[in-house]
């Protein structure tokens, strides 16, 4: 069962930037579309980005694009989230999630959820002065 662990989360200035991985062991990544997700305190967990097994397919959620960017990095077997730029309301907890087989594509590219299979534990960002 592919297991996904988050890590990188902290505390930040507003401005400041984070790097997120996402990680796995025993599976290598590059078969699956990996999915970032966040949830913030009070609210529904919303779709932030999403990588295809092709490097050059990469999708964000409209409000984040320019900020935020997601990447490959397949000698550590991780997907990054390189954030910048950061603002309060980009606190939250953040996920990563895998999807693997022929759906992957329509479910990255609508970052959905619902269409993950493995979801990690989760990382907290806290944005704040």
């Known amino acids: 069962q592919l297991q996904l662990v988050e890590s990188g989360g902290g505390l930040v200035q507003p401005g400041g930037s984070l790097r997120l991985s996402c990680g796995a062991s025993g599976f290598t990544l590059d078969f699956y579309a990996i999915g970032w997700f966040r949830q913030a305190p009070g609210k529904e967990r919303e779709g932030v980005s999403c990588i295809d097994t092709s490097p050059d397919s990469t999708y964000y959620t409209d409000s984040l694009k320019g900020r935020f960017t997601i990447s490959r990095d397949n000698a550590k077997n991780t997907v990054d989230l390189q954030m910048n730029n950061l603002k309060p309301e980009d606190t939250g907890v953040y996920y990563c999630?895998?999807?693997?087989?022929?759906?992957?594509?329509?479910?990255?590219?609508?970052?959905?959820?619902?269409?993950?299979?493995?979801w990690g534990k989760g990382t907290l960002v806290t944005v704040s002065p």
């Open positions: 999630a895998a999807v693997g087989g022929w759906q992957r594509f329509r479910v990255c590219a609508d970052i959905s959820a619902g269409g993950m299979n493995a």
